[in-house]
């Protein structure tokens, strides 16, 4: 792939979509990655690439959900590791939260890849400053952060077949889970478990944004960057949320993006 | 990838979907062809997966035009080919025009592969049945139509280094270039030669689409089944054809979508 100049309008989304082609070509995605990548590229260029009011509400909410859980985790699968793995690492090291390896068509190999390189990254930020506003001991906050999902000790209640495993630490006994890019029956079993579901989706009509319990609509890596910073500013969370209200205001934003052309 | 089945709502969209994945594995479609495909799938959900009105109106404009050229060719791209690749044999049959294939990263090895792939297509369509509506020597009809690109003979004038390679035969001289999923920056150059491009893409706001004398807003192998229909059936071309009106309608519809969930 030719090289991206520095003052290219699209910069940071070519740089992902570089991110996704090398990263199937390494084994860690699955063939169908790449096709998942460019629906989010269209869906993203219909929120003008940009994270919207909305979403930030939706993010801060989830925040603090994470934040006030027992026992949340953050479920990530190939696409999420390569896009967004270091900042939710960033988020769980503050948290003080497992992340789980949460993989569709799950093989041993590409578990031990993303495991080896989600430990790498982990490393890569346990050596970084500290986050702006964030005191303490960063890297063992860092290094406390268990990467899960290779044990398969726990089950999905509700799921058949490979997919309903998991971590009995992290997704099985987790009140609250922040799942990006997650298949649409997966998320409507976890909620049926009565845990509490934070979905990062970019196409709000999807069953799982439908699904949730609060919807992300945003593309995964500017989430992922912005949760941290509400993670330390800790706000409240708001029982009173109203997901379908927040998926029509998204719904609105890609449906004003073509009436205004 | 698993087995589809019969019954699958989105069957169709599943089937195109498996085909790119193994096209790319056996080497013919460029690293970002899967992306490219999955944009087309989430902008093709927009349009509800079916073609719309305005969309029917353009492919008949568009076989109207190739009918009435002078050098009319058929381009086609690693993806197109895939797609609706013997359907657009057909089309080249029954009109009588070269098809020409032409890359966007172009090596040696995929044009030969996309050339021996089409040759081989050519091949089985020639053992069909005539098409519905069409009488004479359908095997000499296809068998007639060549498959153009790898002479490298001609120039774009105006685009420089390899994107400008052409087949002097085809794109070259063509007066009607129907050019499914074109670049922005070919597609505006080959209007600017004086050139009937007709475009397919399924979004309206891309440059392509903007720069088009005709643009198709619709998923590629459904609008090929189309266009053979229309070139059966001869209709005359548009001299009034209204593009930007159309590139509107296609809008409205993507909006809609949004709207009535």
């Known amino acids: 792939m030719v090289k991206i100049p520095k003052v290219h309008p699209r910069r940071k989304s070519l740089i992902s979509r570089k991110a996704i082609v090398d990263a199937t070509k390494q084994g860690l995605l699955a063939d169908s990655a790449?096709?998942?990548?460019?629906?989010?590229?269209?869906?993203?260029?219909?929120?003008?690439?940009?994270?919207?009011?909305?979403?930030?509400?939706?993010?801060?909410?989830?925040?603090?959900?994470?934040?006030?859980?027992?026992?949340?985790?953050?479920?990530?699968?190939?696409?999420?590791?390569?896009?967004?793995?270091?900042?939710?690492?960033r988020v769980a090291a503050v948290i003080q939260c497992p992340i789980e390896i949460n993989i569709y068509y799950r093989t041993e190999k590409r578990m031990d890849l993303l495991h080896d390189y989600l430990e790498s990254q982990k490393l890569e930020v346990s050596k970084e400053d500290n986050p702006i506003n964030w005191h303490g001991d960063w890297e063992s906050a860092v290094m406390a952060v268990k990467i899960l999902g290779k044990e398969e000790d726990g089950k999905i209640e509700g799921l058949e077949g490979p997919r309903?495993?998991?971590?009995?630490?992290?997704?099985?006994?987790?009140?609250?889970?922040?799942?990006?890019?997650?298949?649409?029956?997966?998320?409507?079993?976890?909620?049926?478990?009565?845990?509490?579901?934070?979905?990062?989706?970019?196409?709000?009509?999807?069953?799982?944004?439908?699904?949730?319990?609060?919807?992300?609509?945003?593309?995964?890596?500017?989430?992922?960057?912005?949760?941290?910073?509400?993670?330390?500013?800790?706000?409240?969370?708001?029982?009173?949320?109203?997901?379908?209200?927040?998926?029509?205001?998204?719904?609105?934003?890609?449906?004003?993006?073509?009436?205004?052309?």
């Open 34 to 89: 790449m096709i998942a990548h460019g629906r989010g590229e269209a869906f993203d260029y219909l929120l003008g690439e940009k994270t919207s009011e909305i979403a930030k509400l939706s993010i801060k909410e989830s925040a603090a959900r994470l934040i006030s859980a027992k026992h949340p985790v953050i479920s990530v699968n190939g696409n999420t590791a390569v896009l967004a793995g270091k900042s939710l690492i």
């Open 164 to 261: 309903a495993i998991c971590s009995a630490e992290g997704i099985e006994r987790a009140d609250v889970i922040l799942v990006p890019l997650e298949d649409g029956d997966r998320c409507e079993v976890l909620v049926s478990l009565g845990k509490n579901v934070l979905v990062v989706d970019l196409n709000p009509l999807s069953r799982s944004a439908k699904m949730a319990t609060v919807t992300i609509v945003d593309e995964v890596s500017r989430m992922a960057e912005l949760l941290l910073q509400y993670v330390i500013e800790n706000p409240s969370d708001n029982t009173e949320w109203n997901n379908d209200l927040a998926l029509k205001e998204s719904l609105e934003i890609i449906s004003n993006y073509y009436v205004n052309q």
